[in-house]
């Protein structure tokens, strides 16, 4: 269980990495930590001493966001709340010659969900495997270890220090990318010049006239 | 029922199935499954009742229990921290004993006392199914840290929020604006 901290530093790494404009970024965010939501329900569980929800709810809930199929069915749930399509992939993101083949992926809430999903299960399983280890193909699978590298105890903060750096220096590349912004553009906060080119959600259609 | 609406209940659903098996499939290894037998030289992770159930399998081995310490108690002479587990559920009380606490180099006492969730690995000794003396050799100690993260990872969140200008209710206003359109065109 590397923390929340780690897997947002991560994802912050990932969005920069990719040029990920504001939208894409939270939702990337987000999945980053969806696979721990259902955590809460444990501690309040544990909190109350309730044995049968920790044992019956709780437990399965939170071994069953650990997988593939768990991050899948979350963001699923989520991405119910948003809209299907961000109408951003045409702004900011670095996927070279293939932005236009995969825009009308990288474009959706539910992908980028899923995305920070798989990278909290990828990070979660550096560790030794605490409560149960990181099932990936659970309910299909649920052999132990298949997928932990068993690198570091859970509860400290080995990841953070290890990832702070990176997450500062994506920081730093933000913050240059927002002044040269700022002085070319006149803006105040981080965007991409061709936001200003690029179709307004009306233009879209997204809203009716 | 246009097709956006269609689509969100078909991912309801699918949701609600998955976690409807999820639910099903953990009772049944709780109640029923079998005991882990791929131990590879690390520690695996067993709950109170699965300890109890097949305590016998289980000694000697290294496993990671997940337990929330009770009484939990300091013996300076011996160096010594002992803290107790009970199941209120199925009647299960486990009483765990670090030796040579002074080294763990990791948390205090207080840090323990303070958890709510304690991983500890290497169950050595099962008395009786139902009482369970056990000694650690590692103890992992999450809720303060747990907790800290949580904070920090929303303050993180909210920074983020404010950095990017993100609104949400504009979302909502998009997601519902996009829904009305869609009607219409259904209408239409």
Same mark, same amino acid.
């Given at each position: 269980?590397?923390?929340?901290l780690?897997?947002?530093?991560?994802g912050?790494?990932?969005?920069?990495?990719?040029?990920?404009?504001?939208?894409?970024?939270?939702?990337?965010?987000?999945?980053?930590?969806?696979?721990?939501?259902?955590r809460?329900?444990?501690?309040?569980?544990?909190?109350?001493?309730?044995?049968?929800?920790?044992?019956?709810?709780?437990?399965?809930?939170?071994?069953?966001?650990?997988?593939?199929?768990?991050?899948?069915?979350?963001?699923?749930l989520?991405?119910?709340?948003?809209?299907?399509?961000?109408?951003?992939?045409?702004?900011?993101?670095?996927?070279?010659?293939?932005?236009?083949?995969?825009?009308?992926?990288?474009?959706?809430?539910?992908?980028?969900?899923?995305?920070?999903?798989?990278?909290?299960?990828?990070?979660?399983?550096?560790?030794?495997?605490?409560?149960?280890?990181?099932?990936?193909?659970?309910?299909?699978?649920t052999?132990?270890?298949?997928?932990?590298?068993?690198?570091?105890?859970?509860?400290?903060?080995?990841?953070?220090?290890?990832?702070?750096?990176?997450?500062?220096?994506?920081?730093?590349?933000?913050?240059?990318?927002?002044?040269?912004?700022?002085?070319?553009?006149?803006?105040?906060?981080?965007?991409?010049p061709?936001?200003?080119?690029?179709?307004?959600?009306?233009?879209?259609?997204?809203?009716?006239? | 029922?246009?097709?956006?609406?269609?689509?969100?209940?078909?991912?309801?659903?699918?949701?609600?199935?998955?976690?409807?098996?999820?639910?099903?499939?953990?009772?049944?290894?709780?109640?029923?499954?079998?005991?882990?037998?791929?131990?590879?030289?690390?520690? #695996? !992770? &067993?709950?109170?009742?699965m300890? =109890?159930?097949?305590?016998?399998?289980?000694?000697?081995?290294? $496993? @990671?229990?997940?337990?929330?310490p009770?009484?939990?108690?300091?013996?300076?002479?011996?160096?010594?921290?002992?803290?107790?587990?009970?199941?209120?559920?199925?009647?299960?009380?486990?009483?765990?004993?670090?030796?040579?606490?002074?080294?763990?180099?990791? #948390? !205090? &006492?207080?840090?323990?006392?303070? =958890?709510?969730?304690?991983a500890?690995?290497?169950?050595?000794? $099962? @008395?009786t199914?139902?009482?369970?003396v056990?000694?650690?050799?590692?103890?992992?100690?999450?809720?303060?840290?747990y907790?800290?993260?949580?904070?920090?990872?929303?303050?993180?969140?909210?920074?983020l929020?404010w950095?990017?200008?993100?609104?949400?209710?504009?979302?909502?206003?998009?997601?519902?604006?996009r829904?009305?359109?869609?009607?219409?065109?259904?209408?239409?």
């Amino acid at each position: 269980m590397p923390d929340w901290l780690a897997h947002l530093m991560l994802g912050f790494i990932i969005g920069t990495a990719l040029r990920m404009p504001g939208k894409n970024r939270f939702f990337l965010l987000l999945g980053s930590i969806m696979p721990d939501l259902v955590r809460f329900f444990g501690i309040a569980f544990t909190y109350f001493n309730w044995s049968f929800g920790i044992t019956y709810l709780s437990n399965p809930l939170n071994t069953s966001s650990h997988s593939v199929l768990g991050v899948l069915a979350y963001a699923l749930l989520l991405s119910v709340f948003f809209p299907s399509t961000l109408g951003t992939a045409s702004t900011t993101w670095n996927l070279g010659g293939a932005r236009d083949k995969w825009r009308w992926l990288v474009d959706r809430p539910l992908f980028l969900l899923v995305f920070g999903g798989l990278l909290h299960l990828l990070l979660d399983s550096i560790m030794w495997p605490y409560a149960g280890g990181i099932d990936w193909l659970y309910p299909l699978s649920t052999a132990p270890f298949i997928w932990s590298f068993g690198l570091m105890w859970p509860g400290t903060f080995v990841v953070d220090w290890i990832l702070f750096p990176f997450f500062l220096a994506a920081v730093i590349v933000e913050l240059a990318l927002w002044e040269r912004r700022r002085s070319s553009g006149g803006k105040s906060f981080p965007q991409n010049p061709k936001w200003k080119s690029s179709k307004s959600i009306k233009d879209q259609g997204l809203i009716g006239s | 029922m246009d097709r956006p609406t269609k689509t969100r209940l078909a991912k309801v659903i699918f949701f609600a199935g998955f976690v409807a098996c999820i639910l099903a499939i953990g009772v049944w290894n709780a109640n029923y499954g079998n005991a882990p037998t791929k131990w590879d030289g690390k520690p #695996y !992770t &067993v709950s109170p009742l699965m300890l =109890s159930r097949y305590a016998a399998t289980l000694e000697g081995k290294q $496993v @990671a229990l997940v337990v929330a310490p009770r009484d939990v108690s300091y013996n300076a002479s011996t160096d010594t921290l002992s803290f107790v587990d009970v199941d209120t559920t199925h009647g299960i009380s486990i009483s765990i004993i670090y030796p040579n606490w002074s080294k763990n180099g990791l #948390y !205090t &006492v207080n840090d323990i006392a303070s =958890s709510a969730q304690l991983a500890v690995e290497g169950i050595s000794h $099962v @008395a009786t199914s139902n009482t369970i003396v056990a000694t650690a050799v590692h103890v992992v100690g999450e809720e303060t840290v747990y907790w800290c993260s949580i904070v920090g990872g929303f303050a993180m969140l909210a920074v983020l929020f404010w950095y990017f200008r993100l609104d949400l209710r504009r979302l909502r206003f998009v997601l519902k604006a996009r829904h009305s359109q869609e009607g219409e065109e259904t209408h239409a």
